[in-house]
């Protein structure tokens, strides 16, 4: 299977997961607001649980609440940032926002009921014993929490009113919670539920979310909105610094490259097994939205 095909059947496959976790929940406005939420994206995170599971030889049906987990999680945080208290975005995915299509108040209920989906989604038996969930429960707590995306939030918010722009260390530190955090949570999801040595998905992830990052600058300044599915230049029209304005455009993606060979080079215990995983880091920095 190629990696695009791989990717969207994963991402299908946690899409209904998600389906049937909300079809009980109930038909309120915040409830509507949180399916709407979950659709049209490219579910990476979800892929990266799946795979890292496969690569452990954890069946991915086993892995689905986990993999469900990280995009609820995700969805959460964009309903979020997208608020006129935040980032005050209008479009998300191609589609209006979600306290555009209905309220703030509702954005920030679903996307509070959101996160909580998240974490009862880890309590599921089939992602293994008791010890295991307690891990992935922890790890996605971190991850998403005060030392990783929440900081990384802030401290993006505090650059926007700073007296002098951020140093590219700063960015780095800055972009490793807020983007890079629930990356590497997803890719050493796997291991999590193997109870396995995660350093090698982590060395992978680390430079994986780095890369992303460098990647949404660069389409911040050069990226199609109709595909991307977002406004973008905003970040020079805020004057912001990022990877692009402080290593200049060719800089930056060759700094994604390298990156993306720093990932690739992660993988080198799990040999062939890894494949599409490399693939999923190629696809990092040649993606449109």
Not at 195 to 211: E, F, M, R, S, V
Request: proline letters at 3%; hydrophobic letters at 50%; a negative charge.
């Amino acid at each position: 299977m190629t990696f695009p095909a791989r990717l969207a059947a994963d991402a299908a496959a946690v899409q209904a997961h998600l389906t049937t976790a909300l079809a009980t929940k109930g038909n309120q406005p915040v409830h509507d607001a949180m399916r709407y939420a979950l659709t049209g994206g490219k579910g990476l995170r979800g892929f990266l649980v799946l795979e890292s599971a496969r690569l452990h030889d954890i069946a991915p049906q086993n892995a689905l609440s986990a993999a469900a987990a990280i995009e609820a999680l995700h969805a959460y945080s964009l309903i979020h940032d997208d608020l006129p208290c935040m980032d005050d975005d209008d479009l998300r995915r191609g589609q209006p926002t979600v306290h555009r299509k209905w309220d703030e108040a509702v954005a920030v209920l679903a996307g509070d009921a959101l996160q909580s989906l998240a974490f009862e989604l880890l309590c599921d038996p089939a992602l293994g014993p008791e010890k295991v969930r307690m891990g992935l429960v922890l790890g996605l707590a971190k991850a998403s929490g005060a030392e990783g995306m929440v900081l990384g939030q802030a401290l993006d918010m505090a650059a926007e009113t700073a007296s002098t722009p951020l140093t590219l260390d700063q960015i780095i530190a800055l972009q490793a919670g807020k983007t890079g955090a629930l990356i590497r949570f997803a890719a050493q999801a796997g291991a999590i539920m193997a109870q396995a040595d995660t350093t090698a998905l982590d060395g992978y992830a680390q430079a994986l979310g780095l890369a992303f990052q460098i990647a949404d600058d660069i389409l911040d300044v050069q990226g199609d909105p109709a595909k991307a599915g977002k406004r973008l230049g905003k970040d020079e029209a805020a004057g912001k610094a990022t990877f692009v304005s402080l290593l200049g455009l060719d800089g930056a993606k060759v700094r994604a490259a390298e990156l993306i060979a720093q990932a690739e080079a992660s993988l080198a215990p799990y040999g062939a097994k890894a494949a599409t995983l490399k693939e999923a880091a190629r696809f990092v920095i040649a993606r449109e939205s």
